[in-house]
């Protein structure tokens, strides 16, 4: 994109869930032109226990977060929800503080309001396309959103195999650390995650901590106060889930720890209290923003250890 006028992008956005409500699939391609040149990029992802209108809310503010500069942009969409609520019903919105004409909390409020930021950043027209499977651009978005919700489903299902027992790897250094040692050795799962994340990104670890209290396992997570760390446990302090492990370099978690659950000082670095983690854990989930190096480091090391481990990337970027 040029640097000196604003460039003109056509994003064509859309979501499904199967079923509906459930795991829902949403993708997205954005099309503009650099130096004389066709420009493309996708951008997907999955998103536990949502409707088909949510959804594809979610599409288009993931496809609009992706831009880095102003734009003008022809937006298309398959939602008539999402057309109606961006040129008709939002006046009414924004009058009454996010109420809705009947004085009750707009639904969705939250990908609503994203949206209107990114329409005071950019000149955005909102059109509705009737979906057409004739169509080859149509056809294309389905299978996008499609394969994303594939992929997102193969993924979490990995996450939660059936239990396997394996040794720990590590022999406990500390009194403290000794007392966070089950003797009938559960089950433990490590999430690591960046400390910038995004709404899917922190939408994933939701759906990450579902799995695991589901399957009984034992959560190891670190102390951040913010991003992915910071959202496990809240999720897991919501569902009143004590069954975690909550590893940091300070005296106590930075991020509150989890109600019921253990604290283990460990390291003199955050690479040291990853390691420990991923040594004492089973398996490891990485959720990444694609960028942060320690998410990525610590993925690399439970491979090294011949651990289960899986880097789920959430990088979503536009050209400038």
């Given at each position: 994109?040029?640097?000196?006028?604003?460039?003109?992008?056509?994003?064509?956005?859309?979501?499904?869930?199967?079923?509906?409500?459930?795991?829902?699939?949403?993708?997205?391609?954005?099309?503009?032109?650099?130096?004389?040149?066709?420009?493309?990029?996708?951008?997907?992802?999955?998103?536990?226990?949502?409707?088909?209108?949510?959804?594809?809310?979610?599409?288009?503010?993931?496809?609009?977060?992706?831009?880095?500069?102003?734009?003008?942009?022809?937006?298309?969409?398959?939602?008539?929800?999402?057309?109606?609520?961006?040129?008709?019903?939002?006046?009414?919105?924004?009058?009454?503080?996010?109420?809705?004409?009947?004085?009750?909390?707009?639904?969705?409020?939250?990908?609503?309001?994203?949206?209107?930021?990114?329409?005071?950043?950019?000149?955005?027209?909102?059109?509705?396309?009737?979906?057409?499977?004739?169509?080859?651009?149509?056809?294309?978005?389905?299978?996008?959103?499609?394969?994303?919700?594939?992929?997102?489903?193969?993924?979490?299902?990995?996450?939660?195999?059936?239990?396997?027992?394996?040794?720990?790897?590590?022999?406990?250094?500390?009194?403290?650390?000794?007392?966070?040692?089950?003797?009938?050795?559960?089950?433990?799962?490590?999430?690591?995650?960046?400390?910038?994340?995004?709404?899917?990104?922190?939408?994933?670890?939701?759906?990450?901590?579902?799995?695991?209290?589901?399957?009984?396992?034992?959560?190891?997570?670190?102390?951040?106060?913010?991003?992915?760390?910071?959202?496990?446990?809240?999720?897991?302090?919501?569902?009143?889930?004590?069954?975690?492990?909550?590893?940091?370099?300070?005296?106590?978690?930075?991020?509150?720890?989890?109600?019921?659950?253990?604290?283990?000082?460990?390291?003199?670095?955050?690479?040291?209290?990853?390691?420990?983690?991923?040594?004492?854990s089973d398996r490891m989930l990485g959720i990444w923003?694609?960028?942060?190096?320690?998410?990525?480091?610590?993925?690399?090391?439970?491979?090294?250890l011949n651990k289960a481990a899986h880097l789920m990337?959430?990088?979503?970027?536009?050209?400038?």
């Amino acid at each position: 994109m040029s640097n000196n006028t604003q460039a003109t992008v056509q994003i064509i956005a859309n979501g499904r869930c199967q079923p509906n409500p459930g795991l829902g699939g949403y993708a997205a391609v954005l099309s503009t032109t650099s130096n004389g040149k066709p420009v493309e990029r996708t951008i997907s992802g999955t998103v536990a226990d949502v409707n088909n209108q949510r959804v594809q809310l979610l599409a288009v503010a993931e496809a609009l977060d992706a831009l880095k500069a102003p734009c003008k942009v022809e937006l298309i969409t398959y939602s008539q929800y999402v057309v109606k609520g961006m040129t008709d019903w939002i006046t009414t919105w924004l009058e009454n503080g996010w109420l809705t004409s009947k004085r009750k909390p707009v639904k969705n409020a939250d990908l609503w309001q994203r949206i209107h930021e990114a329409c005071q950043k950019h000149e955005i027209s909102f059109t509705w396309r009737q979906w057409d499977s004739e169509n080859d651009e149509d056809q294309r978005l389905h299978n996008l959103v499609a394969e994303a919700r594939e992929n997102g489903d193969e993924t979490a299902e990995a996450v939660v195999e059936t239990e396997v027992e394996i040794e720990i790897a590590e022999q406990p250094e500390t009194k403290q650390a000794a007392e966070t040692v089950a003797t009938d050795k559960p089950y433990r799962l490590m999430i690591s995650g960046s400390r910038s994340a995004n709404w899917n990104m922190l939408e994933y670890a939701r759906r990450v901590v579902d799995r695991a209290i589901k399957s009984g396992w034992q959560i190891v997570v670190g102390d951040n106060a913010n991003g992915v760390d910071a959202e496990v446990i809240r999720e897991c302090n919501l569902r009143h889930y004590g069954n975690v492990i909550v590893v940091g370099v300070a005296q106590k978690p930075r991020n509150g720890g989890v109600r019921g659950g253990q604290y283990v000082q460990r390291g003199s670095s955050h690479g040291e209290r990853d390691q420990m983690m991923a040594k004492a854990s089973d398996r490891m989930l990485g959720i990444w923003d694609g960028k942060s190096p320690g998410t990525e480091q610590a993925y690399q090391f439970a491979q090294s250890l011949n651990k289960a481990a899986h880097l789920m990337s959430f990088e979503s970027t536009f050209v400038n």
